[in-house]
């Protein structure tokens, strides 16, 4: 594959993590709204909901994980650099590929494999979850395999970033 295309796919790829990341920000609003609601409810009215604790922690299950491509994308995980710090940085991009081959890639292909057996089990069974409410968890459990699929996408574009800087001396 040339240099071009590679550098297009690593384009696609970011846009769609940047492109996520923007829009599942916007979960926090339905999330704010809903805790509001619940404020008001239960302090003014004393008429406390049995559902918004439950939808809030869905909600804000839902918009973390969503969000984790977006922030690996723009380097905002926390990252140990106890080995790295100084070193230069080539050596930096050697053992994040390393990192990436021995730690990350095998955590998120499990993570992957093991959401969508939760998610096609939880649907099988047509799982709901333990409150009064007993909403499905469906929809949660299926945000678990897209995280994965959208984070390992992106840990690919980081690798290939690091692989052409030590190709090109040029960092993307």
């Given at each position: 594959?040339?240099?071009?295309?590679?550098?297009?796919?690593?384009?696609?790829?970011?846009?769609?993590?940047?492109?996520?990341?923007?829009?599942?920000?916007?979960?926090?609003?339905?999330?704010?709204?809903?805790?509001?609601?619940e404020v008001i409810t239960r302090r003014f009215f004393d008429a406390p909901t049995i559902w918004t604790?439950?939808?809030?922690?869905?909600?804000?299950?839902?918009?973390?994980?969503?969000?984790?491509?977006?922030?690996?994308?723009?380097?905002?995980?926390?990252?140990?650099?106890?080995?790295?710090?100084?070193?230069?940085k080539k050596v930096q991009e050697i053992l994040?590929?390393?990192?990436?081959?021995?730690?990350?890639?095998?955590?998120?292909?499990?993570?992957l494999i093991w959401g969508i057996d939760f998610t096609v089990t939880a649907w099988k069974m047509g799982e709901t979850s333990w409150s009064v409410w007993g909403p499905s968890l469906v929809p949660i459990k299926a945000v678990i395999p897209v995280t994965a699929a959208l984070v390992l996408l992106q840990g690919i574009a980081e690798v290939i970033k690091k692989i052409l800087y030590l190709r090109k001396g040029v960092a993307l």
């Open positions: 594959m040339s240099s071009g295309k590679i550098e297009n796919l690593l384009k696609i790829i970011d846009s769609i993590s940047d492109w996520t990341g923007k829009v599942f920000s916007y979960i926090v609003v339905p999330l704010t709204v809903l805790i509001v609601f604790f439950e939808m809030s922690n869905f909600l804000f299950g839902a918009h973390f994980m969503l969000c984790a491509a977006y922030g690996l994308l723009y380097k905002s995980h926390v990252s140990i650099d106890l080995f790295t710090s100084h070193t230069n994040g590929i390393v990192s990436y081959a021995f730690m990350f890639f095998p955590f998120m292909i499990v993570f």
